[in-house]
């Protein structure tokens, strides 16, 4: 069955252009113009993958967001006029996948949502990690099977976005992982050099696992190459 994705954008010839154009790729697609009652529809219609504008009548996107990250596991990409690094970050943190400011060029939306819906489904997972959904290291634990991961025995709060990175770090433990190595296994795009979503999520992955944030030893940053996961230091 084609995924389903929903498109919550009160323009309705921008939404109408978008949906025949995923039509044409092979999704199912629906529309929805109102942000008031966007999270009804979301949470009956459970779609695969939800577009979700910011600004829209009744209700502002990053509020649907934050209404039903916690009961609807399937995808969120904002997409909004607004091209601000703190409107990026606030989805993030409200727990949005990913995020494109309007003009969207279509091949690049195309491209975000194969890489999001992959993801759901674990096909680009790393080929080291496939044959375990599970990893230990000391006092910290993370299971791709349940989406979660345990620190001290106490489960973590993460949003969607955190996990994929934080599984993604802990599957390549003990290597460097460049910002275009993790934009390209997460989002589908290599790194531009401008965009500090990533930087903003590690900074908030080490305060949740209690690493120094001005000397941190659990995520570490390599100067001038990316980030480390430590096999250490988990006691």
């Not at 009961?71 to 943190?93: F, H, P, Q, S, W």
């Not at 989406?147 to 460097?176: P, Y």
């Not at 790194?191 to 941190?216: M, N, V």
Request: proline content about 3%.
């Amino acid at each position: 069955m084609a995924p389903h994705i929903l498109i919550v954008e009160d323009d309705i010839h921008l939404s109408e252009l978008i949906a025949a154009y995923l039509t044409k790729h092979g999704y199912q697609v629906s529309r929805h113009t109102r942000g008031d009652t966007a999270g009804d529809v979301i949470l009956q219609t459970r779609p695969d993958l939800v577009i979700l504008d910011v600004m829209l009548p009744g209700k502002e996107g990053f509020d649907v967001c934050r209404e039903v990250r916690l009961a609807y596991k399937g995808r969120i990409l904002i997409m909004t006029a607004r091209d601000e690094d703190v409107d990026e970050i606030l989805g993030l943190e409200l727990g949005a996948d990913d995020y494109l400011a309007k003009p969207v060029e279509p091949r690049r939306l195309l491209a975000r949502i194969r890489a999001l819906l992959r993801r759901g489904t674990g096909e680009d997972a790393p080929a080291e990690v496939m044959d375990s959904d599970q990893l230990s290291f000391g006092q910290f634990t993370i299971s791709q099977g349940t989406r979660s991961a345990h620190l001290s025995g106490e489960e973590m709060e993460l949003t969607t976005a955190e996990f994929d990175l934080l599984w993604l770090l802990a599957s390549h433990a003990g290597q460097v992982l460049s910002r275009d190595d993790i934009m390209n296994e997460l989002r589908g795009i290599g790194f531009d050099g401008l965009d500090r979503s990533i930087d903003a999520r590690i900074s908030r992955l080490r305060k949740k696992l209690g690493d120094s944030p001005d000397a941190p030893t659990r995520i570490k940053t390599v100067r001038g190459k990316g980030y480390l996961f430590s096999r250490s230091d988990w006691e």
